[in-house]
């Protein structure tokens, strides 16, 4: 598989030209093929995104005012998909098009959905309605409408239907596919090898991360904190998810790890993550 970094990682190491020069210069060192971008960290944000991004502890920085696609060809790697809004897809979507087809690629990801109940059917089931049709209007322009979790999708809208199964199962698998985080999946205590059995070949791509704890000095109660940990460092069965993955025929897996990075430096993570990918994708 292709091995990519997400974008929101970088927010802190791509504050300036020359830093996100350096930066992008580690990843492709590192032997990752490209950056999945999201559209409001390649163009200025809003005061609502960048506290919201900051606040989960992965700021937006000052990418919005970079070239993004000079700095991307000059460090020679890839965009495998463009993540935005739904919102936006919905008001504007021959300027997203336009721009996901400026990258390269042909995958556009709805990243979930911010002030809604996902533990309402009747706005969950709205929702599948309207990813189908933007992922209609998105194939007849050449390109494909992928959708992505988080933890939230696991919330129950009846007993025994949870948010995701109204998505997968309402959702025209020709119009939309996915893209598969697995860390939101374990961290809301659902079974990520089932949900990615579940939809086989509709996973397009995956969204990769591992979960553990880290100890930094003495442990002041047995319980340590569990958060995203560098591959291989965590104890989710990543293995077991990389053969799944296989046999679904996804081509690009992205690197997603949050705040809580060893040193608390984002590109040292990657780089270190950037051994396990590399292992397993040996011949």
Do not use: C
């Amino acid at each position: 598989m292709k091995t990519n970094v997400q974008q929101i990682m970088l927010g802190t190491v791509t504050k300036n030209e020359a830093q996100a020069k350096e930066t992008l210069r580690r990843i492709k060192a590192a032997g990752y093929d490209g950056v999945e971008l999201n559209r409001f960290m390649i163009h200025p944000s809003s005061f609502m995104v960048r506290a919201l991004t900051k606040a989960a502890g992965m700021p937006t920085g000052n990418g919005g005012k970079l070239d993004w696609q000079a700095l991307l060809r000059e460090a020679d790697l890839t965009v495998p998909s463009l993540h935005t809004d739904l919102g936006s897809l919905e008001r504007e979507p021959d300027k997203v098009i336009e721009e996901a087809k400026g990258f390269g690629t042909d995958k556009i990801i709805i990243t979930g959905m911010y002030r809604f109940d996902y533990g309402d059917e009747k706005a969950v089931r709205e929702l599948a309605q309207r990813l189908n049709r933007a992922g209609e209007t998105l194939k007849n322009a050449g390109v494909t409408l992928l959708y992505h979790n988080h933890n939230v999708e696991l919330l129950p809208v009846k007993p025994g239907v949870r948010a995701y199964d109204v998505i997968i199962g309402e959702t025209d698998p020709a119009l939309v596919g996915f893209e598969l985080d697995t860390y939101w999946l374990t961290d809301g205590g659902a079974n990520a090898h089932a949900w990615m059995k579940k939809l086989g070949t509709r996973m397009m791509l995956w969204h990769i991360n591992d979960r553990g704890s880290r100890q930094s000095g003495p442990a002041m109660t047995p319980i340590l904190k569990v958060d995203s940990m560098e591959l291989g460092a965590g104890n989710m069965d990543l293995n077991g998810l990389w053969q799944i993955a296989l046999d679904n025929g996804v081509e690009d897996v992205i690197l997603e790890s949050h705040k809580n990075w060893v040193d608390k430096d984002p590109v040292k993570s990657l780089e270190l993550s950037a051994k396990w990918l590399h292992n397993k994708n040996k011949p």
